[in-house]
């Protein structure tokens, strides 16, 4: 079993920035990647970032390229996205989440779930 927990979120103006954490606890070894995801309002969950857990190859959602890096640190078993340059259409509950089955696809396949943190991007 695999916990994840979320933190970072909160409330930024436009053009901001933050950075969000995810905590893994468990079987740590089992994991394949770790991914960032997202869910709106009234919207499906949407892939936003992953990476290889051991060779920090990372996938990145359009939407979010050249704004958002997602980085890990295995000595501390934890899992970081920065976000800059924040826009409304980033708000969000962010959800970190783990995937156990080996893949060249990282933006499916998800095992665990963190309980989210909610992002608000608002003047």
């Known amino acids: 079993q695999v916990q994840l927990v979320e933190s970072g979120g909160g409330l930024v103006q436009p053009g901001g920035s933050l950075r969000l954490s995810c905590v893994v606890s468990g079987s740590i070894f089992s994991i394949y990647a770790m991914g960032w995801f997202r869910q709106a309002p009234g919207k499906e969950r949407e892939f936003v970032a992953a990476?290889?857990?051991?060779?920090?190859?990372?996938s990145y959602a359009d939407s979010v390229k050249g704004r958002f890096t997602i980085s890990r640190d295995n000595a501390k078993n934890t899992v970081y996205l920065q976000m800059n340059s924040l826009k409304p259409e980033d708000t969000a509950v962010y959800y970190c989440?783990?995937?156990?089955?080996?893949?060249?696809?990282?933006?499916?396949?998800?095992?665990?779930w963190g309980q989210g943190t909610q992002v608000t991007v608002s003047s």
């Open positions: 990476i290889n857990w051991s060779s920090s190859g990372t």
């Open positions: 989440a783990s995937k156990r089955r080996a893949s060249w696809n990282l933006g499916s396949g998800y095992d665990y």
